[in-house]
């Protein structure tokens, strides 16, 4: 079983929907939990990290943390074209964050059509 | 500011050869790793450094090598190329913290026949 699993997708949605993408984790040892957006042909670019369990909000973007259901989610409000990408959740206990040592999910990948 | 560079982009290879990924970084972070990333499997790191001349291994390291004899470069070496190694490959780095922020590269995509 894999650490960290993410629904893969594919998830395809009309413009201004919300969007919901979600992880769910087993070792308890998370500490720290990031969203990655990576564009076709390109490489992962840091989206949101938090650290508590609870909610963190910048713009259209929120990330939830539920740590006693080992459970994260990022919400997506009035989606756009350019929000297509694939979306992958990455944790880390505090050490491996420091080095870059991160454990991913699968990434799902999104469509926002017009 | 280039960033993160890494080549080659693209490359095939007959199973058993070895070949080089170079990866290179300006902005003089301490720390840098590999990663690849297959379908439906999500990135999975290979190997990663601390610092010059330190390096560990990851979740998946077997049939790779790396060095760190610069802050700025972190070649990753396939000893004898396999068709399971066909991936594309993410070199990145960090500056360290605990925002998980890493700066990755465009990626190189590796095929073996």
């Known amino acids: 079983q894999k650490e960290v699993e993410q629904d893969p997708g594919p998830l395809s949605v009309p413009e201004g929907a919300i969007v919901s993408l979600n992880c769910t984790y087993s070792n308890s040892a998370f500490q720290y939990f990031m969203w990655y957006r990576q564009y076709s042909r390109k490489g992962p670019e840091l989206l949101m990290y938090t650290y508590s369990s609870g909610n963190k909000e910048d713009g259209r973007f929120t990330a939830q943390v539920d740590k006693s259901s080992k459970y994260i989610s990022l919400f997506i409000r009035d989606s756009q074209p350019s929000d297509s990408a694939t979306y992958l959740c990455a944790m880390s206990h505090a050490g491996g964050t420091s080095y870059g040592k991160l454990t991913f999910g699968q990434g799902t990948i999104l469509t926002v059509h017009p | 500011n280039a960033g993160v560079t890494q080549t080659p982009k693209f490359q095939v290879l007959k199973t058993g050869q070895s070949m080089t990924l170079q990866c290179a970084q300006d902005m003089n972070h301490e720390y840098m790793s590999w990663y690849r990333q297959d379908p439906g499997m999500g990135l999975r790191l290979i190997h990663y450094?601390?610092?010059?001349?330190?390096?560990d291994q990851g979740e998946v390291p077997n049939g790779y090598n790396v060095s760190r004899s610069t802050t700025e470069d972190f070649p990753l070496r396939l000893l004898s190329a396999a068709p399971s190694q066909t991936s594309v490959y993410f070199c990145?780095?960090?500056?360290?913290?605990?925002?998980?922020?890493?700066?990755f590269g465009e990626g190189s995509r590796l095929t073996v026949l």
């Open positions: 450094s601390v610092g010059a001349g330190i390096t």
């Open positions: 990145a780095s960090t500056p360290g913290g605990l925002t998980g922020e890493l700066f």
